[in-house]
């Protein structure tokens, strides 16, 4: 078993990737993905590249933690298309197509009760899962699990989400969102799309890890891996980039929804395992 610790903070705040820790002030914002590979198992990249022809996102929000939905203020278009477009485009171009399910109203997700936490480890992420989730996958079908959750990582209070795959038979990949954390973002009257736009982009980033980006599964076409923040694109404006800042968020239209940079598009699309 293979652990890696993923940390993307923006501001440009400084990590010691060495000994895992860090000293996050509460206003910084960032990411951090834990991928586990199991090599014998349905939930991996060369399966999803392979046999897998439906890809289904399972939603579940703790009490008062629910996703955005609905239609974004500035141009109208539905929040949820964002995420549903990066994916439809990582599926295109194949000899085959790939059936993509992506929710976007609360509706077609799945409330849990208050969980009364304001911090969460690593393991107690993973008690929701067993109680949870209700679908799983195959070599045929794969269904990722989002969980929206209060509070913050106990280690990390900074990050927005946590993606953990593959550890202990926990199944397809699952994705943890801190709500908290994304509404950091939504401090600015005038911007009042961009917690709703943090919140998809932090999202198709977190997907964009665990189908296999950057060089963590998907191999690499061209060298854009940055090593020094481990499985993430030197371009600065790709969405598998290290950091997202509040420039960035601003600056996203999601008129053209597309977060990933050509590099990452042609690992993906080279990549025929």
Same mark, same amino acid.
């Given at each position: 078993m293979i652990f890696r610790a993923l940390i993307i903070l923006s501001f440009f705040s400084l990590i010691n990737c060495e000994n895992g820790k860090t000293d996050l002030p509460p206003a910084v914002l960032g990411?951090? $993905?834990?991928d586990y590979l199991i090599l014998t198992d349905p939930d991996r990249s060369s399966v999803y590249f392979s046999s897998v022809r439906s890809l289904d996102l399972e939603v579940a929000y703790e009490t008062a933690a629910e996703p955005f939905t609905g239609n974004y203020t500035v141009g109208g278009s539905n929040i949820w298309n964002v995420t549903d477009s990066n994916m439809q485009d990582v599926f295109a171009d194949r000899s085959?197509?790939? $059936?993509? *399910?992506?929710?976007?109203?609360?509706?077609?997700?799945?409330e849990i009760p /208050?969980?009364? &936490?304001?911090?969460?480890?690593?393991?107690?992420?993973?008690?929701l899962v067993p109680r949870y989730r209700k679908k799983s996958s195959n070599y045929q079908s794969t269904s990722f699990f989002i969980v929206y959750v209060r509070g913050q990582l106990v280690d990390a209070p900074g990050v927005i989400a946590v993606t953990i795959s593959g550890v202990l038979g926990i199944g397809p990949p699952v994705i943890f969102v801190f709500k908290d954390m994304i509404e950091q973002f939504n401090n600015n009257i005038a911007l009042p799309d961009k917690a709703k736009k943090a919140e998809q982009m932090t999202l *198709?980033?977190?997907?964009g890890h665990a189908l296999g980006l950057v060089n963590a599964g998907i191999p690499?076409?061209?060298?854009?891996?940055?090593?020094?923040?481990?499985?993430? !694109? *030197?371009?600065?404006? !790709?969405?598998? %980039?290290?950091a997202l800042s509040e420039?960035?968020?601003? $600056? %996203?239209?999601?008129?053209?929804?597309?977060?990933?940079?050509?590099? !990452? &598009? /042609?690992?993906?699309r080279n990549y025929n395992p």
């Open positions: 990411y951090i $993905a834990l085959y197509s790939v $059936a993509i *399910t992506v929710p976007s109203d609360l509706s077609e997700m799945t /208050d969980q009364n &936490r304001s911090t969460w480890s690593v393991n107690q992420l993973l008690d *198709t980033h977190e997907l690499l076409y061209s060298s854009h891996q940055d090593k020094d923040h481990g499985n993430h !694109c *030197t371009n600065q404006s !790709c969405g598998m %980039f290290w420039t960035k968020v601003e $600056a %996203f239209n999601p008129v053209s929804p597309l977060i990933f940079g050509q590099e !990452c &598009r /042609d690992d993906i």
